[in-house]
């Protein structure tokens, strides 16, 4: 979760500056024929949290992988404002998942997503 919410916040830093953000990750090719594996560094997809209300206010969705975590009884959301203000409410869902003010939400969306696999 944590990863992620970096991840946000190095996105929306560089959609404030004009700039493409492009997240990597590191995977293991394993050659069969020649019994080696390599490492190598891979562009990994990273799908922005917010959006734009009909309104023009800038509102984010907190996510657990797919899941969009209900953050008050039939709420998803957060109206942040504007986009330059984006950041410093990225960085204040970051505190407070560090802090667990978001453990419960986690967990009923981690039980969600165990209980699909279950079926």
């Known amino acids: 979760m944590l990863g992620q919410l970096s991840e946000q916040i ?24 020649a019994g080696t594996s390599q490492a190598q560094t891979r562009a990994k997809r990273v799908k922005q ?3 734009v209300s009909e309104t023009g206010r800038v509102c984010l969705h907190v ?10 009884k039939g709420k998803n959301s957060v109206e942040v404002g504007t986009a ?5 409410v990225l960085e204040a ?17 981690s039980a969600a997503v165990r209980a699909r696999f279950a079926k």
């Open 10 to 33: 190095a996105l929306a830093e560089a959609n404030q500056r004009g700039e493409s953000y492009v997240a990597t990750r590191t995977v293991v090719v394993r050659d069969k024929a």
């Open 93 to 109: 869902v970051k505190a407070a998942v560090t802090a667990g003010e978001l453990d419960t939400q986690i967990e009923a969306a």
């Open 63 to 72: 996510r657990y992988g797919n899941r969009v975590l209900e953050l008050a």
């Open 84 to 88: 330059k203000e984006l950041v410093t």
């Open 49 to 51: 949290w917010w959006f």
